[in-house]
């Protein structure tokens, strides 16, 4: 019975500390070469989704791709932005710019190619979402897609 307890406790600790977190401040390049700093990426007002893709990841792009289906819909009914930040390294970094285009993705894409946002949030699988809310605390993380998670991240983004 005590463990259970301590198990409820570190889970409800581990829920509110991650409701506080804020992104942390990295400098990456967005796919056009211009730095973002990711302590900005917040929108007041507006809720963000950070979506980590790989363009080698079948579910990540199977992710991102579903997203962009309902993208209009969304930002009309929440005002969100998605941000998708590229884990891609060496010559593979090269071949963002070009998945972007081809699956038409309208989304800001940021370059992470050291790993140093993806390190700061302690990722370790993608396809990896992370929400913020309004005020810019991280609200929601997730790993993995199967076919229909989308509609998951819409329930977080419509709850108030």
């Known amino acids: 019975m005590m463990k259970k307890a301590l198990l409820l406790f570190a889970a409800l600790l581990a829920c509110t500390l991650m409701a506080q977190a ?3 401040a990295v400098t990456l390049n967005d796919i056009d070469g211009n730095a973002v700093r990711t302590d900005t990426l917040a929108r007041p007002g507006h809720p963000v989704i950070v979506s980590f893709f ?7 792009q199977r992710e991102l791709s579903a997203i ?22 060496g010559q593979s ?4 710019k070009p ?6 993705w309208p989304y800001r894409v940021l ?17 990896y979402v992370v929400v913020l809310d309004e005020d810019g605390k991280m609200i929601y993380k997730h790993n993995g897609y199967t076919d ?3 509609n998951e991240l819409l329930e977080v983004l419509t709850k108030k």
């Open 99 to 104: 998945l972007v285009a081809a699956n038409g």
């Open 22 to 24: 804020q992104m942390p």
């Open 68 to 89: 962009a289906e309902v993208y209009d819909e969304w930002q009309e009914e929440t005002g969100v932005e998605v941000i998708a930040v590229s884990i891609d390294e």
């Open 111 to 127: 370059l992470d190619p050291n790993g140093e946002l993806k390190r700061a949030l302690g990722i370790q699988l993608i396809p």
């Open 148 to 150: 229909g998670a989308e």
């Open 54 to 60: 790989a363009t080698w990841c079948k579910p990540c």
């Open 93 to 96: 970094i090269n071949r963002v």
